[in-house]
């Protein structure tokens, strides 16, 4: 009734006159009879207005409302992924982009079981796990030590979200952030007013995880060696809106997500080792606190002159800027390139001279998931692997030398628009992701001598499909060889597929693997558990990605993907912990 008084009070059509006229037989009479017509145009102009309202405030902002932030190198628009042309057609040799797996929601669940859906109640974690959950020395009772007071990685989980159960806002996790020691002003020198800090505004978003996390670590390794703290941001996926939400392929999802839900360790603000004699990450808004006057630095200043140099030349340019550097507040501008760009992280050539001084940073020997992945991790443990029952983030930290998972074969394999993402590689003739080119390693692949330059002949673009995204029978036939390679000292029992493939099409893949294995006669399969199968809270599933990385990175062999940071990030931690070099493969 209110619409329609609303509707009524709106002018009524006007007619106008028409000059010719028509035969009675042809004149157009309206269906609508003369007493309701008023309200029905007036609801038409109504829902009119609403329609526009919702596209107008819609978080899928339209490409000619992106704000522009220009690489130095190429002029173009970097860090959105609806721009008219893809993140390979900038960077040739960069081969993880924002094409489903890999990106802040990695699979699609509506046609997994209900229970799968659900999020779990926080009675469902385990008791601690921050500890594991036969160590009650500081459990959810325990009174005598404040948490904010605790690493990060020792603290309780928060309770899972109910509220918005599909999309969850992170807000206790941002709020946990900003209470740790570290961000009190008043705390003495090197910390508080007068400490010494560096933020990287200009990070890279709008891609997956894999690329974030690489440059995140690559970034704070220089804040450790520039003797600065380092200022830890969100994983930021849409830098567009203002509110809690974006969008990836129609569905909604978190804009950004709080550091300390992905990852623990210096990078996220746990204190560094005795050793390091460094000062632990603050949050964003410490730093605007204390640093009301900043220098400003541009990124193509040191770059520029460095577009084609390795990493370690770039590092160590950074690191004499900032020691001389008087402001005790620095931050990179916020619409320059990335220091350690695409074009880095995709090719060996450019970066691995910084391994020697990256495996020896505390960043990287202190890494570790957070305790929402790692409990993530011993929920599904009897999909996954027993030993991860009592998951903690120490049993991930490179330093703590863990051990690899006995019997278990991951493997990753990314499906869904990737296929068409081969191609384009394939095109561009690209090589394996940089850290998936340690020389150690048992598995090559050579891009064609003679560069595709756009458009790779039918037989070249086979042979990218085939180490980018096999098909099934390709990936029986490549599990089978890796498994017969190393029988004679390691006995593989178990499987975790690492995927954003659809749900009957993992079914497929489980069949053929189990299949092959008994025709084959070699044993079967104990346990083949996939992405799929995963049982996880809201906070959980949107950050999926990184348990499944948690997973690859703990392997006894891990089978993956070599043109994605996806298998290039947990390849990096494999051989930081020292695992087996001819048990990191790829297809």
């Known amino acids: 009734m209110v619409l329609r008084s609303i509707a009524?009070?709106?002018?009524?059509?006007?007619?106008?006159?028409?000059?010719?006229?028509?035969?009675?037989?042809?004149?157009?009479?309206?269906?609508?009879?003369?007493?309701?017509?008023?309200?029905?145009?007036?609801?038409?102009?109504?829902?009119?207005?609403?329609?526009?309202?919702?596209?107008?405030h819609s978080s899928d902002l339209s490409q000619d409302r992106l704000?522009?932030?220009?690489?130095?190198?190429?002029?173009l628009p970097l860090g959105h992924n609806d721009l008219p042309v893809s993140h390979s057609d900038v960077f040739p040799s960069h081969n993880d982009l924002p094409l489903g797996y890999g990106t802040p929601v990695t699979h699609d669940y509506n046609d997994l079981p209900l229970t799968y859906?659900?999020?779990?109640?926080?009675?469902?974690?385990?008791?601690?796990?921050?500890?594991?959950?036969?160590?009650?020395?500081?459990?959810?009772?325990?009174?005598?030590?404040s948490q904010t007071d605790l690493p990060v990685s020792s603290q309780v989980l928060p309770n899972p979200e109910e509220e918005d159960t599909h999309?969850?806002?992170?807000?206790?996790?941002?709020?946990?952030?900003?209470?740790?020691?570290?961000?009190?002003?008043?705390?003495?020198?090197?910390?508080?007013?007068?400490?010494?800090?560096?933020?990287?505004?200009?990070?890279?978003?709008?891609?997956?995880?894999?690329?974030a996390m690489e440059e995140m670590l690559l970034n704070a390794h220089l804040a450790y060696l520039a003797n600065r703290t380092y200022v830890f941001e969100n994983y930021t996926w849409d830098k567009r809106v203002s509110g809690d939400f974006s969008s990836f392929n129609g569905k909604k999802i978190p804009?950004?997500?709080?550091?300390?839900?992905?990852?623990?360790?210096?990078?996220a603000g746990d204190p560094f080792p005795p050793s390091a004699d460094a000062t632990p990450a603050v949050v964003p808004e410490f730093f605007d606190e204390v640093c009301l006057n900043r220098t400003i630095i541009h990124s193509q200043e040191i770059n520029g002159p460095l577009w084609n140099a390795s990493a370690a030349t770039i590092l160590q340019a950074w690191v004499e800027k900032l020691e001389q550097t008087e402001d005790r507040c620095v931050e990179i501008n916020g619409y320059s390139g990335q220091i350690f760009d695409l074009t880095i992280f995709g090719t060996s050539k450019r970066l691995?001279?910084?391994?020697?001084?990256?495996?020896?940073?505390?960043?990287?020997?202190?890494?570790?998931?957070?305790?929402?992945?790692?409990?993530?991790?011993?929920?599904?443990?009897?999909?996954?692997?027993?030993?991860?029952?009592?998951?903690?983030?120490?049993?991930?930290?490179?330093?703590?030398?863990?051990?690899?998972?006995?019997?278990?074969?991951a493997l990753h394999?990314?499906?869904?628009?990737?296929?068409?993402?081969?191609?384009?590689?394939?095109?561009?003739?690209?090589?394996?992701?940089?850290?998936?080119?340690?020389?150690?390693?048992?598995?090559?692949?050579?891009?064609?001598?003679?560069?595709?330059?756009?458009?790779?002949?039918?037989?070249?673009?086979?042979?990218?499909?085939?180490?980018?995204?096999?098909?099934?029978?390709?990936?029986v036939a490549r599990v089978r060889e890796v498994r017969v390679s190393i029988?004679?000292?390691?006995?593989?029992?178990?499987?975790?597929?690492?995927?954003?493939?659809?749900?009957?099409?993992?079914?497929?893949?489980?069949?053929?693997?189990?299949?092959?294995?008994?025709?084959?006669?070699?044993?079967?399969?104990?346990?083949?558990?996939?992405s799929r199968d995963l049982r996880l809270t809201v906070e959980q599933r949107h950050n999926s990605h990184a348990v499944d990385m948690a997973v690859a990175q703990r392997a006894e062999v891990f089978i993956g993907t070599g043109f994605s940071s996806m298998t290039s990030n947990p390849v990096m931690l494999r051989a930081a912990q020292g695992f087996d070099w001819n048990k990191t493969r790829f297809w």
Not at 67 to 75: A, I, R
Not at 446 to 464: D, F, I, K, M, T
């Open 255 to 267: 804009a950004r997500v709080p550091l300390t839900a992905l990852l623990s360790g210096p990078v």
């Open 352 to 409: 691995l001279d910084i391994w020697p001084s990256f495996i020896t940073s505390p960043i990287l020997t202190h890494f570790s998931w957070s305790p929402l992945i790692t409990s993530a991790l011993a929920l599904n443990a009897h999909l996954i692997h027993p030993a991860l029952y009592s998951a903690t983030p120490s049993d991930f930290t490179p330093s703590s030398h863990p051990t690899p998972l006995s019997g278990l074969l």
């Open 67 to 75: 704000p522009v932030s220009v690489d130095q190198n190429n002029n």
């Open 167 to 211: 999309t969850p806002r992170f807000y206790e996790w941002h709020d946990r952030e900003k209470q740790l020691p570290q961000n009190d002003p008043d705390l003495p020198y090197p910390q508080g007013r007068e400490g010494r800090y560096i933020r990287f505004s200009n990070q890279v978003w709008g891609l997956g995880w894999g690329n």
């Open 413 to 475: 394999i990314r499906r869904g628009d990737y296929l068409e993402h081969c191609n384009v590689i394939a095109n561009w003739s690209a090589s394996f992701m940089g850290f998936n080119e340690f020389p150690e390693l048992p598995d090559r692949f050579s891009p064609p001598a003679v560069p595709n330059w756009g458009s790779a002949p039918p037989e070249e673009l086979a042979r990218y499909r085939a180490h980018c995204s096999p098909e099934i029978e390709q990936i």
């Open 8 to 56: 009524q009070s709106l002018p009524n059509p006007v007619t106008v006159a028409i000059e010719k006229q028509y035969s009675t037989s042809l004149i157009h009479r309206s269906v609508l009879p003369r007493r309701i017509r008023s309200p029905f145009f007036g609801l038409v102009v109504l829902g009119a207005i609403a329609l526009l309202f919702r596209l107008r």
């Open 117 to 145: 859906n659900v999020p779990l109640s926080h009675a469902d974690l385990p008791n601690d796990t921050s500890v594991g959950q036969n160590d009650t020395s500081v459990g959810q009772n325990d009174t005598s030590v």
């Open 487 to 530: 029988l004679p000292t390691t006995r593989l029992t178990r499987l975790y597929v690492l995927t954003n493939g659809r749900a009957d099409w993992v079914q497929e893949l489980r069949f053929a693997l189990q299949e092959d294995a008994r025709r084959e006669g070699l044993d079967e399969w104990e346990r083949i558990g996939t």
